[in-house]
């Protein structure tokens, strides 16, 4: 199949909440979306999965129409090779982790050796014996995911699969979903409402709202374009970069955009890649002039293109233009009035590496 | 009261019903299974009316069941005629209509425990089996059923105990033919009338152990842990 695109246009009401999803999507690499919850975000891969019927629209996959109007074509799901990994994970519980990989695999007309190089690919050597009952979250995850794969799907819905998981079972999974695409060949489709997530795994994100998408676009601006409109503490800033080295030695990955370097704490990724940096507004301080011995490795410098006072609180969200990229910081007011910063002025963003989730 | 051996009449009214609890226990699962399935699934508006009329059975006089069922046997009436037609026998007064009989009245002993294990597995495991690409039906067989396993076992154990036992509609419809219709109930019932206690209790002894056993088989296999099953 030459042009494996996805193509949905599907209205449906829910109870709460009136959907019409409208997406073109080229089916590759990973699509992030995000959205608030109830937004819709789970629908909306339960229609691509044909677990859910729309009241009306059509749903096409490559040169495959999926659904048709309310009374055309509805593949049914075990039709359209779609894997999707539910956000509880859903293992069979009668059947061992063994059993549940097989049962995906006969019925995919998955080989032994495929079989093997998941098992590997996931760490579930030691867990093939074992219950669902008596895993972790974490590794329930990993097998589900992995039974995912073993079903051969043209294409991979991935419902919130770290929302369950504690922060340090997410740093567990977060490299296998990271390595999925190119390891197995397979588009990812990945819902969540954490941003930084989607910064992490995404290449292009569609944005949910009131059951509408926008996008898809490229991450790091649909991101920004997202948050926004979320001012206060929440606010961050995504930059689109691209692994420049890596110092094993110090444990650190150094990641460029433009003319900058940014220090991060080493990661999976080798120089040349594409990386999208999550850089909460909390974590950014201002500073007039370039500091001198301090502990902080990222000094950006930079020109102050917006201020806004929260007159409600003791904040204020400052934005500044670094080399093209918008990076946002939240200071006090009364930071703010002492330093006299306004619009118009150069100032150095300071971020600490030890801020950056790894 | 002393202890008597079964009488060869009543080893023979104790096997019919053997073979009457069997062959009901099977036609059931086969029936039950696919109604329980269609309950559970069902949304319809027309559900409560229809779990109304399968559980009717239990709440119905037996003798009032058996009466319509003599009525709907008679040859005159179209299900007899039918049968009359198809066979050359009759329903009424005979083991096929003792059949008959026993899958309608022990009907709700079938669906209702495979309806509430079936919704209790509920539609995530199925859901998770079609994205796998399991059919309907594979999904049914290799995922519903086995963690349904459970709700099988209190089916197969209470439609087979509760037609062991059965009094009132085998008297309406099967009268007391040895070989034929003779059933234990209907044997005990025979001795006490003619003041054959020890012979009454050497069946009732028999049909209580079985029903025990039945009971106790369920009880011991629904308390295991886990599901370790399939």
Redesign the interface.
């Known amino acids: 199949m030459l042009d494996d695109a996805l193509e949905i246009d599907a209205r449906l009401a829910l109870r709460d909440l009136s959907l019409s999803f409208r997406m073109e999507w080229k089916a590759e690499g990973c699509l992030g979306v995000v959205g608030a919850s109830g937004a819709g975000k789970t629908t909306l891969l339960r229609l691509i999965a044909g677990l859910e019927r729309p009241d009306d629209g059509r749903i096409r996959f490559g040169d495959e129409i999926w659904c048709s109007g309310p009374d055309g074509v509805f593949a049914p799901p075990h039709r359209r090779r779609v894997g999707f990994v539910f956000q509880d994970a859903r293992l069979f519980p009668h059947l061992s982790v063994d059993g549940n990989l097989r049962y995906a695999a006969r019925r995919a007309g998955v080989g032994p050796d495929k079989m093997m190089e998941a098992v590997d690919a996931f760490g579930l050597e030691p867990l093939l014996d074992r219950r669902p009952a008596t895993l972790s979250g974490g590794e329930r995850q990993r097998a589900a995911i992995a039974r995912a794969i073993l079903s051969a799907p043209r294409l991979l819905l991935l419902d919130e699969p770290l929302s369950a998981l504690d922060a340090g079972r997410r740093r567990e999974i977060l490299p296998y979903l990271d390595a999925l695409p190119r390891r197995f060949g397979v588009p990812i489709i990945l819902v969540s409402h954490n941003s930084a997530e989607i910064a992490r795994l995404a290449d292009n994100t569609a944005i949910l709202v009131d059951g509408r998408i926008e996008g898809p676009g490229q991450t790091a601006a649909q991101l920004n374009a997202y948050h926004a409109a979320t001012s206060g503490r929440e606010a961050f800033s995504v930059i689109a970069c691209r692994v420049e080295r890596r110092n094993d030695e110090m444990s650190l990955t150094h990641v460029r955009f433009g003319e900058y370097m940014i220090s991060l704490p080493a990661i999976g990724q080798h120089p040349g890649d594409a990386i999208n940096v999550r850089i909460d507004a909390r974590d950014v301080a201002l500073s007039l002039v370039p500091p001198d011995k301090l502990s902080i490795r990222n000094v950006l410098p930079g020109t102050i293109v917006s201020i806004e006072n929260d007159p409600a609180g003791p904040w204020a969200t400052a934005t500044l233009d670094c080399n093209g990229a918008m990076l946002r910081a939240i200071v006090t007011r009364a930071a703010v009035a002492d330093l006299g910063l306004r619009p118009g002025m150069g100032a150095c963003a300071l971020i600490k590496s030890a801020t950056f989730e790894s | 009261m002393t202890f008597t051996e079964v009488s060869s009449p009543d080893l023979a009214a104790l096997w019919l019903t053997v073979r009457l609890a069997f062959v009901v226990t099977v036609i059931l699962l086969i029936i039950a299974t696919p109604a329980a399935w269609a309950l559970s699934r069902m949304r319809s508006r027309f559900k409560p009316v229809i779990e109304a009329v399968v559980a009717l059975p239990i709440v119905l006089p037996p003798t009032v069941l058996g009466f319509y069922l003599l009525v709907a046997f008679n040859p005159s009436a179209p299900i007899g005629r039918f049968w009359v037609d198809a066979t050359g026998d009759t329903l009424a007064f005979s083991f096929a209509g003792l059949v008959v009989a026993s899958v309608i009245y022990s009907l709700p002993f079938a669906v209702q425990p495979l309806q509430t294990a079936f919704e209790a597995v509920g539609r995530?495991?199925l859901?998770?089996?079609?994205?796998?690409?399991?059919?309907?039906l594979?999904?049914f067989v290799?995922?519903a059923a086995?963690?349904a396993v459970r709700g099988f076992a209190t089916a197969i154990v209470l439609s087979f105990a509760h037609t062991l036992g059965e009094f009132g509609v085998v008297l309406m419809v099967g009268g007391n033919i040895p070989g034929e219709t003779r059933v234990v109930s209907i044997a005990i019932y025979e001795h006490v009338e003619t003041l054959q206690y020890a012979e009454a209790n050497a069946l009732a002894l028999t049909l209580l152990g079985l029903s025990f056993s039945a009971l106790l088989f369920t009880y011991a296999f629904n308390r295991r842990p886990?599901?370790?099953?399939?």
């Open positions: 995530e495991p859901e998770a089996a079609a994205t796998l690409g399991a059919s309907p594979d999904a290799t995922v086995p963690l886990a599901l370790h099953v399939g």
